[in-house]
C-alpha cells in the first residue's frame, strides 16, 4: 500500500512539474517488458485511484494498473526533431549544485531581487559578465524563493 502512495505521489508530482514542456514524452514501463510513450502536446490531467491511474491529454486516454507498472518518467524528443527558434531577448535561469543561479539575457544592469515566500527581501550576492549575471544561494538556507528580475519576470527557485 505504501508503494502505490509512494507511486501516486511521484506520478502526480512529476505530471505538474515535468509534463509542462511542451516538447517531452510520457514513457511507461510495464512489468511485461512493453514501453508505451505519450507524446504530450499539452498539460495532462491526472486522475489517481486505489488500484491505478489514468491520464488524460488532449483526445488521448491512457489508464495504468500500479502492480502492472514498472516505471514512468518523462524525455525530451530526440535531437532530431525540429525545435523552435529561441528568441533574442529570452532570459533563462539555471540553478548550479544548490549553490549559485546562473541568469543569462540579460544585461549587466539588470536589477536581480529575491525574496522569501512571505515577500521579504534577502539579499544575495551577485556578479555580472556580459549578457550573465551569478547569483550565490550559498548564505540561503534551505527553502522556496522568489527571484526578480528588473520588476519584469519572476521565477520560482527551490534550495534543498
Do not use: H, W
Request: aromatic share 6%; glycine share 4%.
Amino acid at each position: 500500500m505504501l508503494k502505490k502512495l509512494l507511486l501516486m505521489i511521484a506520478l502526480a508530482a512529476s505530471m505538474t512539474t515535468q509534463a509542462q514542456n511542451e516538447y517531452s514524452t510520457l514513457v511507461v514501463e510495464t512489468k511485461s517488458g512493453t514501453t508505451l510513450e505519450l507524446s504530450l502536446q499539452e498539460r495532462p490531467q491526472v486522475s489517481i485511484g486505489t488500484a491505478g491511474c489514468t491520464i488524460y491529454c488532449g483526445d488521448d486516454v491512457t489508464s495504468y494498473v500500479y502492480e502492472e507498472v514498472r516505471k514512468f518518467y518523462f524525455k525530451p524528443y530526440s535531437a532530431t526533431d525540429i525545435a523552435a527558434p529561441k528568441a533574442e531577448n529570452t532570459i533563462s535561469v539555471s540553478m548550479i549544485d544548490q549553490s549559485k543561479v546562473i541568469i543569462s539575457g540579460v544585461s549587466e544592469s539588470s536589477k536581480i531581487r529575491m525574496y522569501t515566500l512571505d515577500g521579504k527581501a534577502i539579499t544575495s550576492e551577485t556578479s555580472a559578465n556580459g549578457n550573465e549575471i551569478t547569483v550565490s544561494l550559498d548564505a540561503l538556507a534551505p527553502g522556496t524563493y522568489i527571484l526578480n528580475i528588473d520588476n519584469k519576470q519572476t521565477f520560482k527557485l527551490l534550495k534543498r
